[in-house]
């Protein structure tokens, strides 16, 4: 079982209490990019074997969204972080270093 | 007017803890920011609190306040009272960006209290309900069993417990089979 610290109403949520929202940071393509893009947005998803960053929502809590690096492989949870960004903060990314050294998911390193 | 009728019609489970329906309440929820002097002092004004801290909740009687989300109130007004007070809200909030609506008829309030009050909802949310972890005053939305529900102590055997109405009896239900002779675990 996950608990996931909230950001937003500041509880420890059991997994129970969240809705898993999917991959985090996605860049969305819609009117005018290309098909491959627009395909890719819709379709391309990691799955990573370790580091992975994922959006939560609070469903039975505060309905709030946030975001949440954690370890596929191992379910630990790095921390959690605002949904209003669009990449982990650098406290974040130095707690992933320091448990996991040349770490990197997609264009975040 | 229609005349409100509460979901359990004030059904009572005694027992060393009693579930109890806490009645009609006046039940309003409030959106907006909440930094903004005017929400700030129409809440003290409805209420006699101010807005709580994250997690918290203040009530005494039939007037309280709860702090729901980053940008949500629950605000408790005794039932009658519930018209007039969205007529202040409104009054008070003219040109500022919120919404509030009455919720009292979507409403259930469940009151628990006893001994084992504590325990009781423990066996049902996932919630760390140690006496260091919760206490009287924090505010705390979940769920019990199957439903969204949210719970705070207005003292040390005591807790009030919302859910909405369409779940109330299910929630009655569960929590009087969870205050059954002989539910005490003696954890806490």
Redesign the interface.
């Known amino acids: 079982m996950l608990t996931l610290h909230c950001p937003?109403?500041?509880?420890?949520?059991?997994e129970?209490?969240l809705h898993a929202e999917g991959e985090a940071h996605l860049k969305r393509y819609g009117p005018g990019s290309s098909d491959d893009e627009f395909h890719d947005y819709l379709f391309q998803r990691q799955n990573p074997k370790g580091v992975h960053f994922e959006r939560w929502k609070h469903v039975?809590?505060?309905?709030?969204y946030f975001h949440a690096a954690r370890c596929t492989a191992t379910l630990e949870v790095f921390g959690t972080y605002s949904a209003q960004t669009l990449e982990p903060t650098q406290a974040i990314k130095d707690a992933i270093s320091a448990k996991r050294p040349g770490w990197s998911w997609g264009d975040i390193s | 007017m229609s005349n409100a009728v509460s979901t359990l019609q004030g059904k009572v489970a005694a027992g060393e803890v009693t579930v109890r329906e806490g009645g009609l309440r006046g039940m309003i929820t409030l959106r907006g920011d909440l930094a903004s002097s005017k929400l700030k002092s129409v809440c003290k004004s409805l209420t006699g609190f101010a807005i709580p801290d994250?997690?918290k909740a203040a009530s005494k009687g039939d007037k309280g306040i709860a702090w729901?989300?980053?940008d949500?109130l629950l605000v408790l007004v005794p039932q009658g009272e519930t018209a007039s007070a969205l007529e202040k809200i409104a009054k008070a909030m003219k040109g500022q960006h919120y919404l509030a609506e009455n919720v009292s008829d979507a409403r259930t309030h469940i009151i628990v209290e006893g001994s084992f009050a504590r325990e009781v909802i423990a066996k049902l949310a996932?919630?760390?309900l140690h006496p260091t972890a919760l206490r009287p005053g924090d505010f705390?939305?979940?769920?019990l069993g199957q439903v969204?529900a949210a719970f705070w102590m207005t003292d040390a055997d005591t807790f009030r417990v919302i859910c909405f109405r369409s779940v109330g009896d299910y929630a009655f239900k569960l929590l009087s089979v969870s205050a059954a002779k002989g539910g005490e675990v003696g954890y806490f």
């Open positions: 937003n109403c500041g509880v420890d949520a059991d129970t209490d039975f809590g505060c309905g709030k | 994250m997690g729901m989300s980053p949500e996932p919630v760390d705390r939305r979940s769920r969204a």
